[in-house]
């Protein structure tokens, strides 16, 4: 009963005896050993086999009346890699046989790993090509907004120049001089704003494709700076600086956040009461805020997102081309911070920086020891 198993079976087997001779082998194991039954039976099993795993082997079978673990040889002939486990027979004769069987269960299970990794791998990098075929997508749907939204933006001061120099040159016989000077004042007006508008543009671009360059940044340095800068005859004391945080962030960049906010506060400022501005520190939860609170015109509550999009004016009897709380948000986002707007109409506006802890070095500027 076990010959016949042992010569269909379509595992690979060989018998060998107590000596370590190989007595037969069956087809599947001749066809792993890439040999003739002939030429294998015979041959000591160490001429094929590692010795030590040999030994081990026998030794565990001899043990046990069941198979033993599977070992790991070197399969000297062609240097492969084979597993091998061993089941010690009791022939009628009273001698000493082994079946051992050979396999290929190591490489297979090597090669199954190898074939997770590349699945694993594949299915990360189609994630990561949908990702970027979504952010390109997204950043292509961006572009084509932009551009339609720079086209819209510049063509009404062209117009404006256009039609103002048409007019002043089909009609300069007949035109009045007080009329020629208020075209060339149109058309001096629409020139300012289209300067302006590219300038905001030039600034948006290069200031949101830089990379950051972190250091300690006292915040409330770049206040007194910026609002000093932007100081008009007349102003007044119109900024009021509370503690501010010491944080990890470009210095640059910051500066020019901080004075986006402030020409905001400045551009937007009320008629009916001089101008106040603001800014503090706070500390709860999560992050630290710096908190950028004006008095004037304000905005409608609805409108807290739209004033960071590109282009996004609420109010067009206001110079500006809709491009500084853009670049604000750009650059914030840039930090892993966030901004967000508070405000109504008539009643201020207040801009909320939120910084993580771990990009506050100190919350508020040490203040200088008293001296009697």
Same mark, same amino acid.
Request: aromatic share 6%; glycine share 6%.
């Given at each position: 009963?076990?010959?016949?198993?042992?010569?269909?079976?379509?595992?690979?087997?060989l018998?060998?005896?107590?000596?370590?001779?190989?007595?037969?082998?069956?087809?599947?194991?001749?066809?792993?050993?890439?040999?003739?039954?002939?030429?294998?039976?015979?041959?000591?099993?160490d001429?094929?086999?590692?010795?030590?795993?040999?030994?081990?082997?026998?030794?565990?079978?001899?043990?046990?009346d069941?198979?033993?673990?599977?070992?790991?040889?070197?399969?000297?002939?062609?240097?492969?890699?084979?597993?091998?486990?061993?089941?010690?027979?009791?022939p009628?004769?009273?001698?000493?046989?082994?079946?051992?069987?050979?396999?290929?269960?190591?490489?297979?299970?090597?090669a199954?790993?190898?074939?997770?990794?590349?699945?694993?791998?594949?299915?990360?990098?189609?994630?990561?090509e949908?990702?970027?075929?979504s952010?390109?997508?997204t950043?292509?749907?961006?572009?084509?907004?932009?551009?339609?939204?720079?086209?819209?933006?510049?063509?009404?001061?062209?117009?404006?120049?256009?039609?103002?120099l048409?007019?002043?040159?089909?009609?300069? *016989?007949?035109?009045?001089?007080?009329?020629?000077e208020?075209?060339?004042?149109?058309?001096?007006?629409?020139?300012?704003?289209?300067?302006?508008?590219?300038?905001?543009?030039?600034?948006?671009?290069?200031?949101?494709?830089?990379?950051?360059?972190?250091?300690?940044?006292?915040?409330?340095?770049?206040?007194?700076?910026?609002?000093?800068?932007?100081?008009?005859?007349?102003?007044?004391?119109?900024l009021?600086?509370?503690?501010?945080p010491?944080?990890h962030?470009?210095?640059?960049?910051?500066?020019?956040?901080?004075?986006?906010?402030?020409?905001?506060?400045?551009?937007?400022?009320?008629?009916?009461?001089?101008?106040?501005?603001?800014?503090?520190?706070?500390g709860?939860?999560?992050?630290a *805020?710096?908190?950028?609170?004006?008095?004037?015109?304000?905005?409608?509550?609805?409108?807290?997102?739209q004033?960071?999009?590109?282009?996004?004016?609420?109010?067009?009897?206001? *110079?500006?081309?809709?491009?500084?709380?853009?670049?604000?948000?750009?650059?914030?986002?840039?930090?892993?911070?966030?901004?967000?707007?508070?405000?109504?109409?008539?009643?201020?506006?207040?801009?909320?920086?939120?910084?993580?802890?771990?990009?506050?070095?100190?919350?508020?500027?040490?203040?200088a020891?008293?001296?009697?």
């Amino acid at each position: 009963m076990f010959e016949s198993f042992f010569f269909r079976a379509r595992e690979a087997f060989l018998l060998i005896d107590a000596s370590g001779s190989i007595i037969d082998a069956n087809r599947s194991a001749c066809q792993f050993l890439k040999k003739d039954r002939h030429e294998i039976a015979g041959l000591p099993a160490d001429y094929l086999f590692e010795t030590e795993v040999l030994d081990d082997m026998f030794r565990m079978a001899d043990r046990q009346d069941a198979w033993t673990d599977s070992f790991v040889t070197r399969v000297v002939a062609n240097d492969e890699v084979a597993d091998m486990r061993a089941i010690k027979l009791r022939p009628a004769d009273k001698s000493t046989l082994y079946s051992v069987e050979l396999s290929h269960e190591t490489l297979e299970r090597r090669a199954v790993t190898r074939l997770q990794d590349d699945l694993e791998s594949a299915k990360i990098n189609a994630q990561q090509e949908r990702r970027a075929s979504s952010t390109l997508r997204t950043t292509n749907e961006r572009l084509t907004s932009f551009a339609h939204r720079v086209a819209h933006d510049v063509r009404g001061p062209l117009r404006n120049i256009r039609m103002a120099l048409e007019l002043y040159r089909d009609d300069e *016989e007949h035109v009045e001089l007080e009329t020629r000077e208020e075209l060339l004042a149109m058309a001096e007006a629409s020139a300012g704003e289209l300067e302006r508008l590219l300038i905001g543009l030039l600034n948006y671009s290069t200031s949101s494709s830089r990379g950051l360059a972190r250091q300690e940044v006292n915040v409330s340095e770049i206040v007194q700076s910026v609002g000093a800068s932007l100081m008009a005859p007349g102003d007044g004391d119109w900024l009021e600086v509370g503690d501010l945080p010491i944080v990890h962030a470009d210095r640059a960049l910051m500066e020019i956040v901080l004075q986006n906010l402030l020409s905001n506060a400045l551009k937007f400022k009320s008629d009916d009461r001089p101008l106040k501005v603001e800014i503090l520190a706070t500390g709860e939860g999560e992050s630290a *805020e710096i908190v950028v609170r004006d008095n004037g015109i304000g905005f409608p509550e609805d409108a807290a997102e739209q004033i960071f999009e590109l282009f996004g004016r609420l109010r067009t009897d206001r *110079e500006g081309a809709g491009i500084g709380l853009a670049t604000c948000a750009e650059l914030i986002a840039q930090h892993g911070w966030t901004i967000h707007a508070f405000g109504a109409p008539d009643e201020g506006a207040e801009f909320r920086i939120s910084v993580p802890w771990k990009d506050v070095v100190q919350l508020r500027e040490p203040k200088a020891d008293a001296v009697d």
